[in-house]
């Protein structure tokens, strides 16, 4: 039987710098691995935090920018109050917002274009 594993979305960015101050210094990712074709080329990089998985491209024919990726938290709204806590300049989360399908949610969006919707799923109420 054919097995699936998760998906690593590609999100297009556009400046490496910026790309490192906000998926690195400000959401806690690290660096999974860093390839260039040689010098002065694009820069393709993975990066994860736990079990998530992306990858950054600067080569304009790897993605569009604009990109939306639902990541999975335990605890977001902790998680939500350390990002606050960084005081970081382009991303001023507030709280997590309750949706109808029984999950907290918030998005914040990079210097690209890209929305990183992070969620978690509440329990389910017995009453």
Known sequence: MTTFGPPTPIL???????AREFYLDFLGFEITFEHRFGDNFPLYMGI?????????????G???PGARV?????????YIRGLREK???????????E????EIAISIGDAFGNRL??????PVSTD
């Open 12 to 18: 297009r960015i556009f400046d490496e710098a910026k």
């Open 62 to 64: 790897d993605c569009t």
């Open 99 to 102: 949706m109808p399908w029984g």
């Open 70 to 78: 639902r990541v999975p938290v335990a605890d977001l709204r902790a």
């Open 48 to 60: 994860h935090r736990g079990e998530c998985h992306l990858h950054l491209s600067e080569h304009p």
């Open 117 to 122: 919707t992070f969620f978690e799923t509440l």
């Open 87 to 97: 005081d970081y300049r382009y991303a001023k989360p507030g709280e997590p917002e």
